[in-house]
């Protein structure tokens, strides 16, 4: 099964860029990934997938500041012009084999 | 639009039990993969259990013997049955849709089907606790 590895934190500066990364183990580099964002108190948000070769797919709503890509086993997710409604937790998330494994999440503090 | 509503969370004692109830809307839950994650105070999301397709269930370990999920047709509700309760289960509990999807040979080295959250409700907390 595979594990999804992300930065327990990052900060940026409000209007700037960010790219958060998780990284799939050893032998799972071929996998989809989604990515979640979840606002302090708030349930999670289904942002995009993104698939090994860097194409991703927004969900319903989300703006086209977030962007996704890859390389190798990482999976990014970007945040560009970054708002303070931006600051909130963020989690990948990958399925295998009828079972569903998460990143620990990167929190996210925009300056 | 698809809307998923939680509720039957509250205070139990360790080895009490409770059902939790997710009531969907703009999508019919006995067709599709319909799941249980939850979050613990100050931690990460944790996969709890699915439902997929006629009675297919799937369960974290940790959960496994302990939990039961459901699907209630006429009501369009999915359940979670938690007995044996234990104070680590302590949690916000969401319920989530999956949906499928499908990575081609020009996305991925071989082609594959798999299944990511999409849809996400608002969560029922729980409590284990004397």
């Known amino acids: 099964q595979p594990v999804l590895t992300q930065s327990s934190s990052a900060a940026a500066s409000l209007g700037s860029s960010v790219k958060l990364t998780c990284t799939l183990s050893?032998?799972?580099?071929?996998?989809?990934i989604a990515w979640h964002q979840q606002q302090p108190g708030r349930a999670p948000r289904y942002l995009m997938q993104?698939?090994?070769?860097?194409?991703?797919n927004r969900g319903s709503g989300v703006p086209d500041r977030f962007s996704g890509s890859s390389s190798g086993a990482d999976r990014y997710l970007t945040i560009s012009n970054l708002q303070s409604e931006d600051e909130a937790d963020y989690y990948c998330e990958t399925w295998d084999s009828n079972t569903w494994v998460f990143g620990g999440g990167t929190k996210l503090t925009v300056l | 639009e698809v809307q998923l509503v939680e509720s039957g969370g509250g205070l139990v004692q360790p080895g009490g039990s409770l059902r939790l109830s997710c009531a969907a809307s703009?999508?019919?839950?006995?067709?599709?993969?319909m799941s249980w994650v939850r979050q613990a105070p100050g931690k990460g999301l944790e996969w709890v259990s699915s439902?997929?397709?006629?009675?297919?269930?799937y369960y974290a370990d940790s959960v496994r013997g302990r939990f039961t999920i459901s699907r209630d047709s006429s009501k369009n509700t999915l359940f979670l049955q938690m007995n044996s309760l234990r104070p680590e289960d302590t949690a916000v509990y969401f319920c989530?849709?999956?949906?499928?999807?499908?990575?081609?040979?020009?996305?991925?080295?071989?082609?594959?089907?798999?299944?990511?959250?999409?849809?996400w409700g608002k969560g029922t907390t729980v409590t284990v606790s004397s």
């Open positions: 439902a997929y397709g006629g009675d297919t269930t």
């Open positions: 989530a849709r999956a949906k499928w999807g499908y990575c081609s040979t020009s996305s991925c080295l071989t082609s594959y089907s798999y299944y990511y959250m999409d849809v």
């Open positions: 993104v698939e090994p070769t860097g194409s991703y």
């Open positions: 050893s032998g799972h580099s071929n996998y989809v």
């Open positions: 703009g999508v019919i839950v006995s067709s599709n993969y």
